[in-house]
């Protein structure tokens, strides 16, 4: 078991499958984007799936997640999650995309056996979206989401992010829009995780403020129907139900003492959170010819050094060098 110093287990993987994407989201790249990682660093397909393996069979993950920079640009995304479902003990197999390209390959990764999508939707304004993300790409992403409903992905969760002055008046009509179209809306508060280091507590719309502005609409109660565990968001019935929203305040509600999570890069570093500023190289390790009981070992020993928690209050924080897009959501 992949267990750390405090006696927390990690159970739920977080996979980057490339650090690219077709967006340029201001709270996580500059406009003109960034230097991306090359490919010879990149795990291959087989890689992947070994250390996948490897935690799934010797180490008790439970949940793998595929992320980016934006995993649909990964070429062999449905053989990889085909390859993953097919693991005994099977995972539970999820994605986190932008939702461009969604609409084309939603039904083949729904075959492939993946359970879950989330989708990051910030505005239901065009012009907004396209402020946001540097971008022109709204419609995409309203294609991607009713394609994944249509595939059988439910309940379609999708991720919104709020920032001051800009889309912070959305989040009741985005909260009706999921409602209508029957998906499962998270926000999250934004995080210190841009490659310009431009985060800032003055722009980010925090947890409390996001329920404030919901209540003023919707009568929301706690959902005491399951614990929320380790899980990231804490989840309200909306009007009695059965429509639900989450809200993950990562910064302000911070739920470090149930983390269950670690994260595989795209070039083969372990992570132990967000915004850890130290990694542990398996894909050196694996390259050089390690075996499955060497890399396991290697991992498990890196867990151990997870921290306590963020620690974003502390005045020592210092944000990770590595923006999202490099980290995987």
Known sequence: MLRDSFGRVATDLRVSLTDKCNLRCSYCMPPEGLEWLPNAQLLTADEIVRLVTIGVERLGIQEVRYTGGEPLLRRELVDIVGRTTALRPRPQVSLTTNGIGLARVAAPLAAAGLD??????????????????????????????????????????????????????????????????GYELRFIEQMPLDAQHGWSRDTMVTANEILKLLSASFDLTADDQEERGSAPAERFLVDGGPGRVGVIGSVTRPFCAACDRVRLTADGQIRNCLFATEESDLKAAMRAGASDDELAERWIAAVTRKKAGHGIDDPSFLQPSRPMSAIGG
């Not at 991720?159 to 989040?171: C, D, F, K, S, Y």
């Open 116 to 181: 879950r999508v989330n989708v990051s939707l910030d505005t239901l304004d065009r012009d907004t979206f396209k402020r946001l993300a540097h971008r022109d790409r709204f419609p995409d992403v309203i294609a991607g989401l009713a394609a994944a409903h249509d595939a059988g992905l439910r309940p379609v969760k999708v991720n919104a992010v709020l920032m001051r002055e800009v889309n912070q008046h959305e989040a009741v009509p985005l909260l009706r829009y999921c409602l209508e179209q």
